[in-house]
């Protein structure tokens, strides 16, 4: 299963929270696609620390993309 | 399988004092201004006078060095993606040194004390090649693509710039260093105003504006070219400034008054352009910043054409009150319930909303008194009166302890957090 949020718009750290919601639903495997305004720093480290998988890239339209895969 | 290809140590991200213990000792040197004007309401009728120079520098040093010093220990790693190393002992040494030295100045200023300025000049000298030297190693791992930290390796620069001059004057003033006093000043207010916090202010916006307040990005052509032009122009001003060449210092003075009104204008109208359907405390805090910057610019220009003592005075309340500590105090009302949340989430604990951190109602409310105190003030410098002057002295000193006070409520609200 990969669930999206689309976070562009929001004021922090509401794009932060739904990220973290998120996270905790997802099952082992499982992917979460995040679409922001900015790189987000911070989430980096929580998700290192736990675990998750990730990448990112920043489209041509300067939307960036978050990939996360639950451990 | 991170892939921007960053240098980013988790491990050193400073802990939420690092940037606090700024924030909270920098409103006490906004109270200390207020409390000065109030015995000595005087001090708005010359900007040469001592305790002129002195609650200058409570506002400049004291209150909006300390923030803008605390703020780049945390901006680097949050919207940059750089780590300051060692930044916890770093920060603890250079805000002891900057929360004595911008004392230490003031009183030497002041009081005409030249012992206390030259234990400013050792103290701020320090701290601050502590400061520069801890985020220049952050900044060689930012990515050098992004506008804000190539504005913020621009605004550092600037700062020290503004720095070094400020303490040969001081040093001209306690030791009588054989240097041209006049031109000294005229470059270190430059450099202080639009290449040190202007800079800053600029390249901080180009992320906090639209994060914050819900505004499209700022043109690009404005991120990509606007620190380079404004640097470039402060550079060359002070080349005629020194060269003596008045005619070309004040047409270079026109034209950086003009890239401080651009900025100020553009920010006002992304601002009308907010998805927010109603302003909050901060939006409102800009707005106000970003008018009484556009005023005093008039000011600067209306200083050039009459020879009314008022108008530098004027120019000066608009610039530091009305313009920086408008827009400082309205993005400590971000940044640190932002931290407190971030640090909390951060360490697992289960962290409050933002607006339980710090309601809008009391943020709005000091930002009234911001603003009575900024009235008030305009009043006194433009009228005269003795009790002007006093009363916006008062109106001084409550503004900055509410402010102080409405952190504080962040702070507690955090501890609770984490106690719970």
């Given at each position: 299963m990969s669930v999206t949020i689309d976070g562009r718009g929001l004021e922090p750290p509401k794009p932060f929270e739904l990220a973290m919601e998120a996270l905790a639903d997802l099952k082992a495997g499982e992917e979460l696609m995040?679409?922001?305004?900015?790189?987000?720093?911070?989430?980096?480290?929580?998700?290192?620390?736990?675990?998750?998988?990730?990448?990112?890239?920043?489209?041509?339209?300067?939307?960036?993309?978050?990939?996360?895969?639950?451990? | 399988?991170?892939?921007?290809?960053?240098?980013?140590?988790?491990?050193?991200?400073?802990?939420?004092?690092?940037?606090?213990?700024?924030?909270?000792?920098?409103?006490?040197?906004?109270?200390?201004?207020?409390?000065?004007?109030?015995?000595?309401?005087?001090?708005?009728?010359?900007?040469?006078?001592?305790?002129?120079?002195?609650?200058?520098?409570?506002?400049?040093?004291?209150?909006?060095?300390?923030?803008?010093?605390?703020?780049?220990?945390?901006?680097?790693?949050?919207?940059?993606?750089?780590?300051?190393?060692?930044?916890?002992?770093?920060?603890?040494?250079?805000?002891?040194?900057?929360?004595?030295?911008?004392?230490?100045?003031?009183?030497?200023l002041g009081a005409g004390a030249p012992d206390f300025l030259v234990a400013a000049v050792a103290l701020l000298g320090t701290s601050f090649a502590l400061f520069l030297g801890a985020i220049a190693r952050g900044l060689r791992r930012a990515p050098i693509a992004q506008a804000t930290p190539r504005d913020l390796r621009l605004a550092a620069a600037g700062l020290g710039i503004a720095l070094l001059l400020g303490l040969t004057l001081a040093m001209v003033l306690a030791r009588g260093l054989p240097l041209p006093l006049v031109t000294l000043l005229e470059l270190h207010v430059g450099w202080a105003w639009l290449g040190g916090a202007g800079l800053l202010l600029a390249a901080t916006s180009w992320v906090v504006v639209p994060m914050?307040?819900?505004?499209?990005?700022?043109?690009?052509?404005?991120?990509?070219?606007?620190?380079?032009?404004?640097?470039?122009?402060?550079?060359?001003w002070s080349g005629a400034v020194l060269a003596g060449q008045a005619g070309a210092a004040l047409l270079l003075?026109?034209?950086?008054i003009a890239l401080a009104a651009l900025f100020a204008v553009t920010t006002l109208r992304l601002q009308q352009r907010s998805r927010r359907s109603t302003p909050d405390g901060t939006t409102r805090a800009f707005q106000l910043g970003m008018t009484s910057l556009l005023a005093g610019l008039a000011c600067l220009l209306a200083g050039h054409w009459s020879a009314h003592d008022a108008w530098p005075i004027l120019a000066g309340i608009l610039i530091l009150h009305g313009g920086f500590a408008s827009v400082i105090q309205g993005m400590l009302y971000k940044i640190v319930p932002f931290l407190a949340w971030l640090h909390l989430t951060q360490d697992g604990v289960r962290a409050p909303n933002v607006k339980k951190?710090?309601?809008?109602?009391?943020?709005?409310?000091?930002?009234?008194?911001?603003?009575?105190?900024?009235?008030?003030?305009?009043?006194?410098?433009?009228?005269?009166?003795?009790?002007?002057?006093?009363?916006?002295?008062?109106?001084?000193?409550?503004?900055?302890?509410?402010?102080?006070?409405?952190?504080m409520c962040v702070v507690r609200a955090y501890r609770r957090a984490r106690a719970a």
């Open positions: 995040l679409l922001l305004d900015r790189m987000p720093w911070p989430l980096f480290r929580i998700l290192d620390r736990e675990g998750y998988r990730h990448s990112n890239r920043i489209r041509d339209d300067g939307v960036v993309e978050i990939r996360i895969v639950a451990p | 399988m991170s892939g921007a290809g960053h240098a980013f140590s988790y491990d050193a991200a400073p802990a939420f004092s690092t940037p606090l213990r700024f924030f909270l000792t920098a409103p006490l040197f906004g109270v200390a201004a207020g409390l000065l004007l109030l015995a000595a309401p005087e001090l708005l009728a010359s900007r040469w006078t001592p305790g002129a120079l002195a609650l200058t520098h409570l506002m400049a040093v004291g209150f909006m060095l300390s923030v803008m010093v605390g703020a780049l220990f945390q901006i680097l790693p949050v919207v940059a993606g750089a780590e300051v190393p060692r930044a916890r002992p770093l920060a603890t040494l250079a805000h002891a040194g900057l929360t004595a030295g911008a004392a230490s100045l003031s009183l030497g914050f307040q819900i505004t499209p990005s700022y043109p690009a052509p404005l991120t990509r070219y606007w620190a380079l032009a404004t640097c470039g122009a402060l550079v060359v003075a026109a034209v950086l951190l710090l309601p809008d109602t009391p943020v709005r409310r000091q930002l009234v008194a911001h603003g009575a105190a900024l009235a008030t003030l305009l009043a006194a410098a433009a009228s005269g009166s003795a009790g002007l002057g006093r009363l916006a002295g008062i109106l001084v000193a409550v503004e900055f302890a509410w402010l102080l006070a409405n952190l």
